[in-house]
């Protein structure tokens, strides 16, 4: 299994709503990442947690929460979002965190994305 | 300033015609990752060239490394409609004593049939 499964595909969210867009892995994968890709642009990092703790914060405004509540899952909370913020948000897994990609030593895994409409 | 500067940004060739796509840094990467990705999914891993010089296959594509480990290259043999796609590079950079993996501008093929 090399799957990371992100749900839901679609987000329609009012600017007052609260939602949340969740990410799962079931390869013992120990780092997880959530990036967002607006249209004809590359993925930008948002987050990284490595062993469920929060590693990297690219200074992402606080209306984004994640939480990873153990291994396998990863969660991003939304709440009082702008239209702006609509987007490709993506979830990618790896067996260890950057120095181990960077040795080519592991791959990091990516979800199909969850497109996010913020009316 | 990009880190890793991809060209072209756009390429649009007819099917069975050849195709090369740059990826080239004034940083020196430990290694690079080819990612292709297609509207609304999520990018799928390529390959990873780790070694300086190092030349990999994987069916009509081909990837060379530079010596420097600086730049990249993708090479499509007799293009197919089904390689229509973004083509992304990535490496991890240093930031703050911390790394993290970043991707190129992307090349956006369209094979025509």
């Known amino acids: 299994d090399t799957e990371v499964t992100q749900t839901p595909k679609h987000l329609v969210m009012g600017m007052t709503n609260k939602k949340s867009l969740k990410c799962e892995q079931h390869?013992?994968?120990?780092?997880m990442y959530w990036y967002k890709q607006k249209a004809k642009k590359p993925p930008e990092l948002m987050f990284v947690?490595?062993?469920?703790?929060?590693?990297i914060n690219e200074s992402v405004p606080s209306r984004f929460s994640p939480e990873c509540p153990n291994s396998s899952l990863l969660n991003l909370h939304l709440h009082a979002l702008q239209p702006e913020d609509s987007a490709l948000y993506l979830c990618?897994?790896?067996?260890?965190?950057?120095?181990?990609?960077?040795?080519?030593?592991?791959?990091?895994?990516f979800g199909q994305g969850t497109r996010l409409t913020v009316v | 300033t990009q880190l890793l500067e991809q060209s072209p940004q756009f390429l649009s060739i007819q099917e069975g015609e050849n195709l090369t796509v740059y990826c080239n840094s004034s940083?020196?990467?430990?290694?690079l990752q080819w990612y292709r990705q297609e509207p609304g999914e999520g990018p799928v891993l390529l390959v990873t060239?780790?070694?300086?010089?190092e030349v990999k296959k994987l069916k009509r594509l081909t990837f060379q490394f530079g010596d420097a480990r600086k730049d990249s290259s993708l090479h499509i043999t007799a293009a197919q409609t089904g390689d229509t796609g973004l083509y992304l590079c990535?490496?991890?950079?240093?930031?703050?004593?911390?790394?993290?993996?970043?991707f190129g501008k992307g090349t956006k093929l369209t094979v025509n049939p």
């Open positions: 060239v780790v070694t300086g010089g």
């Open positions: 940083s020196v990467f430990s290694s």
């Open positions: 990535a490496g991890v950079v240093p930031q703050g004593g911390s790394e993290k993996l970043v």
């Open positions: 390869m013992g994968h120990r780092a």
């Open positions: 947690y490595s062993y469920e703790k929060l590693s």
């Open positions: 990618a897994s790896s067996q260890e965190e950057w120095a181990e990609i960077s040795l080519g030593n592991t791959e990091a895994f």
